[in-house]
């Protein structure tokens, strides 16, 4: 660190991937591709595709609820 020149960031889908950036020495995340955030888990997937295949505005807001939920928990420990 003490001859680094250059400041280095990662890419974090995950808060798990941030955590391991930093311990290898990244300084900070310079990209979070969201919707990478649902792949990790069956869960996450089907609400997604839930959403997606609303067939109205009710639905779609249901399933946004959930979606916002997970990037919330997400953004904080990615950011955090």
Known sequence: DAART??????????EDA????HNGAQ????V???HMFFSCEERLENMRYMIL?????????????LITYQREDFEGIFT
């Open 6 to 15: 250059m400041e280095v960031f990662t890419n974090a889908d995950t808060p």
């Open 19 to 22: 955590q391991e950036a930093r």
């Open 28 to 31: 900070g995340i310079g990209l």
């Open 33 to 35: 591709r969201t919707e």
């Open 54 to 66: 609303s067939d109205c505005k009710q639905e779609r807001a249901k399933a946004l609820e959930k």
